[in-house]
């Protein structure tokens, strides 16, 4: 504009200066003046120009270093100037306002996705199409021993040596469409996952997110269930199998042979009998496993009038084989639960250590209370002792030491399962120590009231 100005007023006072000049002939005057007044007007305007591109500059540079510092810029818009920049720095303050509200928006929002992903109990893992890690959370990394920060730009080989996992999201990768699989996984502890993974962008930089599972649990269950039933018909097949036999032998002859009739009766009987025990003790540990319901009252137990119950119950069995039982050291002592458990409990202890004893031996009982807060009981005999393997097994359900003589004797494999888990289920601890040719001793700690 000032340009403009200075050449609506040079022009005309130029042609005002060399109009003598002109109209008298004197050219070289006329000349030397015209080029003292461009030359002036020259200079006038490279000054100008100057000043104003050195303002434009000046508010240029405010520009680029505020939209620069964006989201969260400090440096301040330039005041006043040309109308097309005071137009242009509102416009910038709008859209700072913007992008400030959606960074802080994408921020948050990914706290809080970081944060719900690294509070799951499930492993996840994303990687991008050459199978990089992009992000795993702690699960993850707690589940392989690994670090969640270091995990970031790693291959996956580097981070997991699983080719279960590699093979998933190759798949999940190449072809785009959801993956679901039960893997099994050494490097996990040889824990058992369901995995499910899904594609992640769209070609040609798609990659892969994949979660996983815990359910080893399950499958030990499900494990658990198999062998169980497994180990229930193994027990039945053989008392109904002799109970069969014995019964066809008798409908074929056997009844007129007196001889042996009363005897095949008796082992038809003892068969019978063991039948009963079988199927009360699945009854039992059906009602332990059934955490539905309604678990009955609790109360106070005299300790020592449950052991005298055990006693009377096994009084007969260990009279028939000149078993000595000795309750002298049992001293008054109380605790809280449901008494037929815990009779339960000591019948299968004494009822075992008269079973599984040498005949003439002895069964020791004592209960009494250790201090203030706990209760002891436990069961010794006198008999030939469990072998140190087996020690650690004698509690899984089915497991008899010596299945030979288990099975004369009326074992079920079942006594003591339901032992720990009645224990247990009032809080207490059971423990077995045990010599070979010296015999065992059950443990039986309870709190005390």
């Given at each position: 504009?000032?340009?403009?100005?200075?050449?609506l007023?040079?022009?005309p006072?130029?042609?005002v200066l060399?109009?003598?000049d002109?109209?008298?002939?004197?050219?070289?005057?006329?000349?030397?003046?015209?080029?003292?007044?461009?030359?002036?007007?020259?200079a006038t305007?490279?000054?100008?120009?100057?000043?104003?591109?050195a303002?434009?500059?000046?508010?240029?540079?405010?520009l680029?270093?505020?939209?620069?510092?964006l989201?969260?810029?400090?440096?301040p818009l330039?005041e006043?100037?040309?109308?097309?920049?005071?137009?242009?720095?509102?416009?910038?303050?709008?859209?700072?306002s913007r992008?400030?509200?959606?960074?802080?928006?994408?921020?948050?929002?990914?706290?809080?996705?970081e944060?719900?992903l690294a509070?799951?109990?499930?492993?996840?893992?994303?990687?991008?199409?050459?199978?990089?890690?992009?992000?795993?959370?702690?699960?993850?990394?707690?589940a392989f021993?690994?670090r969640?920060?270091?995990?970031?730009?790693?291959?996956?080989y580097?981070?997991?040596?699983?080719?279960?996992?590699?093979?998933?999201?190759?798949?999940?990768?190449?072809s785009?469409?959801?993956?679901?699989?039960?893997v099994?996984?050494?490097s996990?502890a040889?824990?058992?996952?369901?995995?499910?993974?899904?594609?992640l962008?769209?070609e040609?930089?798609?990659?892969?997110?994949?979660?996983?599972?815990?359910?080893?649990?399950?499958?030990?269950?499900?494990?658990?269930?198999?062998?169980?039933v497994?180990?229930?018909s193994?027990?039945l097949?053989?008392p109904?199998?002799?109970?069969?036999?014995?019964?066809e032998?008798?409908?074929?002859?056997?009844?007129?042979?007196?001889?042996?009739?009363?005897?095949f009766?008796?082992?038809?009987?003892?068969h019978?009998?063991?039948?009963?025990?079988?199927?009360s003790?699945?009854?039992?540990?059906s009602?332990?496993?059934?955490?539905?319901a309604p678990?009955?009252?609790?109360?106070?137990?005299?300790?020592?009038?449950?052991?005298?119950?055990?006693l009377?119950t096994?009084?007969?069995?260990?009279a028939?084989?000149?078993?000595?039982?000795?309750?002298?050291?049992?001293?008054?002592?109380?605790v809280?639960?449901?008494?037929?458990?815990?009779e339960?409990?000591?019948?299968?202890?004494?009822?075992?250590a008269?079973?599984?004893?040498?005949?003439?031996?002895?069964?020791?009982?004592?209960?009494?209370?250790?201090?203030?807060?706990?209760?002891r009981?436990?069961?010794?005999?006198?008999?030939?002792?469990?072998?140190?393997?087996?020690l650690k097994?004698?509690?899984?359900r089915?497991?008899?030491?010596?299945?030979?003589?288990?099975?004369?004797a009326?074992?079920t494999?079942?006594?003591?399962?339901?032992v720990?888990?009645?224990?247990?289920?009032?809080?207490?601890?059971?423990?077995?120590?045990?010599?070979?040719?010296?015999?065992?001793?059950?443990?039986?700690?309870?709190?005390?009231?």
């Amino acid at each position: 504009m000032a340009l403009l100005l200075l050449i609506l007023v040079g022009v005309p006072a130029t042609l005002v200066l060399l109009n003598d000049d002109m109209i008298a002939g004197r050219a070289y005057d006329a000349a030397v003046k015209l080029a003292i007044v461009l030359a002036i007007v020259g200079a006038t305007g490279l000054i100008l120009t100057y000043s104003v591109s050195a303002r434009w500059a000046e508010r240029t540079r405010l520009l680029e270093e505020f939209v620069a510092g964006l989201p969260n810029t400090q440096n301040p818009l330039p005041e006043g100037g040309p109308e097309e920049l005071q137009t242009l720095a509102k416009s910038m303050r709008a859209m700072a306002s913007r992008v400030t509200e959606v960074v802080e928006r994408a921020n948050l929002e990914l706290s809080r996705r970081e944060t719900i992903l690294a509070c799951m109990a499930e492993g996840v893992l994303s990687v991008d199409t050459q199978l990089r890690v992009n992000f795993c959370n702690d699960a993850f990394a707690a589940a392989f021993g690994t670090r969640t920060r270091s995990s970031e730009g790693r291959s996956l080989y580097e981070l997991v040596r699983e080719p279960a996992l590699r093979e998933i999201l190759e798949r999940v990768v190449t072809s785009g469409a959801p993956e679901k699989d039960l893997v099994r996984l050494p490097s996990a502890a040889g824990r058992w996952f369901e995995a499910r993974a899904l594609p992640l962008g769209h070609e040609p930089r798609r990659g892969a997110v994949i979660a996983l599972h815990d359910v080893t649990d399950i499958q030990h269950q499900e494990q658990m269930r198999k062998d169980f039933v497994a180990d229930v018909s193994h027990e039945l097949r053989t008392p109904l199998a002799a109970i069969r036999g014995y019964a066809e032998t008798l409908l074929d002859g056997g009844l007129e042979d007196e001889q042996n009739n009363r005897r095949f009766v008796e082992i038809i009987f003892s068969h019978a009998v063991r039948l009963n025990s079988i199927a009360s003790d699945l009854l039992v540990i059906s009602e332990l496993d059934n955490k539905s319901a309604p678990s009955p009252p609790i109360e106070r137990i005299a300790v020592l009038d449950v052991v005298h119950t055990a006693l009377t119950t096994v009084e007969k069995s260990a009279a028939e084989r000149g078993i000595r039982v000795n309750a002298d050291n049992c001293l008054p002592c109380y605790v809280n639960g449901v008494r037929f458990r815990l009779e339960q409990v000591m019948v299968n202890l004494v009822d075992n250590a008269v079973k599984f004893n040498r005949p003439d031996g002895e069964v020791v009982v004592e209960c009494g209370p250790i201090n203030q807060e706990l209760v002891r009981v436990s069961v010794a005999d006198s008999g030939i002792g469990i072998p140190n393997d087996d020690l650690k097994r004698i509690f899984e359900r089915f497991y008899r030491v010596d299945k030979a003589r288990s099975r004369p004797a009326g074992g079920t494999g079942l006594g003591l399962p339901i032992v720990k888990e009645v224990v247990e289920g009032m809080g207490g601890t059971v423990t077995v120590e045990s010599t070979l040719g010296r015999g065992s001793k059950f443990t039986v700690t309870l709190r005390s009231v």
